[in-house]
């Protein structure tokens, strides 16, 4: 009777109809998704601003169809599970599997998503805190443990420290036992940085490995965790040990593909390529709540750089476009 009554009832979402600026998610309307048996029908109270979804925004996600309610991660509670999977009030997150691209994501106030990419977290924490931590989280983890393998007392480059991925990863790996120097940019992000896990502090002029070379910084690394993208990416391939890894997360620089990319000259003798980017499978494997507990501890720092209301979509696009938020990004609905 309840999943009658509610397929009456209606939503605010946030949808795209077209690839521009952060002026085309327009507040709308939308029917609650009624869920069927292996689905999740979630009562979302936060979600975190994703650049892959920017990316789609902007038309460079050809494969997702329009229009689309955006987002590929959400927290909240459960609303209706028909298989029993989950209890109604229950409080879960998810994230990927096709969130926000092949069917409809988080950017709501109702989200229906396949039940086996949902985590229930008993940890209680602040929804906008927690709003920060799926897909960050899930790619800071997996990024470190299943792409480099990351190994206590290893030395780590986060090549784009202050993103939101770089500040999460800088203090799972601080915590972990690993050495951990941060690059940025401008000078005055250090205070961030270093407050965030990061022993060290590079100002990153484009040629890390230049520094090395003059001895401004002591030795190569054991791994290093690329989040600028192909900008830098032949750069941090000179800053590793060998027998180290580099691991392709982010790409922030906004460009898609090396120019010129011979392998043979460009990756050093026995240093190693990989990339991450982790689906369903490998959020619930990543141990949301362990992590959660740490952030409740006081052990792990989520930051959270700006906070949005859901009808203010276009404004926390507009602050990711500009990567001023200093952190994750988070919409509470």
Known sequence: MASKARAAATMKAAVIHEVGGPEVLKIESRPIPTPAKGQVLIKVKAFGLNRSEMFTR????????????????????????PGN??????????????MGRQFDGGYAEYTCVPANQVQSIKTQLPWDTFGAMPEMLQTSWGSLFTALRLKKGERLLIRGGTT??????????????????????????????????????IIDDG???????????????????????????????????????????????????????????????????TAYSG????????????????????????????????????????MMDSNKAGGKIVVLT
């Open 279 to 318: 689906g369903p499978d490998d959020f619930i494997k990543t141990p949301l709540e362990e992590l959660a507990q740490q952030v409740k501890a006081g052990t792990l720092k989520i930051t959270v750089g700006k906070k949005f209301t859901l009808d203010q979509i276009a404004d926390a696009h507009a």
């Open 164 to 201: 939101s991925i770089g500040l999460a990863a800088a203090a799972i790996a601080k915590n972990y036992g690993a050495f951990v120097a941060s690059t940025t940019r401008q000078a005055g992000r250090e205070q961030l940085l270093h407050s965030n896990g990061a022993d060290e502090v």
């Open 207 to 273: 040629a890390i490995a230049e520094q090395i070379s003059s001895k401004k910084i002591s030795d190569k690394f054991d791994k290093v965790l690329e989040l600028i993208g192909t900008t830098t990416l032949k750069d941090s391939l000179l800053c590793t040990k060998t027998q180290g890894s580099v691991c392709m997360t982010g790409i922030v620089g906004n460009s898609w593909a090396l120019e010129k990319f011979s392998p043979m000259d460009s990756i050093p003798h026995a240093v190693n390529l």
């Open 85 to 98: 999977e989950f209890k109604a009030g229950e409080v879960v997150a998810t994230a990927m599997g096709g």
């Open 58 to 81: 902007k038309g460079q996600s050809p494969g997702v169809p329009f229009p689309r309610i955006l987002g590929i991660e959400a927290v909240g509670e459960v609303e209706e599970a």
